[in-house]
């Protein structure tokens, strides 16, 4: 096959990894928002009550999901940009064929199981 044939196959499957990606992050950044929604409805119900062991406990719970949706966000933001970055360039065809391997990269899971 001409390389004329292949590099636009490529691009697309390219193009499509990076899309991939960015849906996957986002559905984990949503279920981050999610969690730290409920981490901090049950930091209030906590200090309403007074019950100060489980306020501390809900705070920490509070700071780490908003810690891991920040960090969520910012990989959805990478991926965007990735994909976006290209679309500016005269180099479309060649920097979406390179995006083409992602498709053999293992993913992180949507959401990872608490210990």
Do not use: H, K, N
């Amino acid at each position: 096959m001409p390389v004329g044939v292949i590099l636009p196959l490529l691009a697309v499957s390219g193009a499509a990894a990076l899309s991939y990606r960015l849906l996957r992050s986002l559905a984990r950044a949503g279920l981050s928002s999610a969690e730290l929604t409920a981490a901090s409805g049950m930091a209030e119900v906590s200090a309403r009550r007074g019950d100060l062991t489980s306020l501390a406990e809900r705070r920490e719970a509070e700071r780490e999901a908003r810690r891991q949706q920040r960090g969520d966000v910012l990989v959805c933001l990478g991926w965007l940009l990735c994909l976006m970055i290209p679309l500016f360039t005269a180099w479309t065809l060649p920097l979406f064929s390179a995006a083409a391997p992602l498709w053999l990269l293992p993913y992180r899971a949507v959401r990872t199981p608490r210990a």
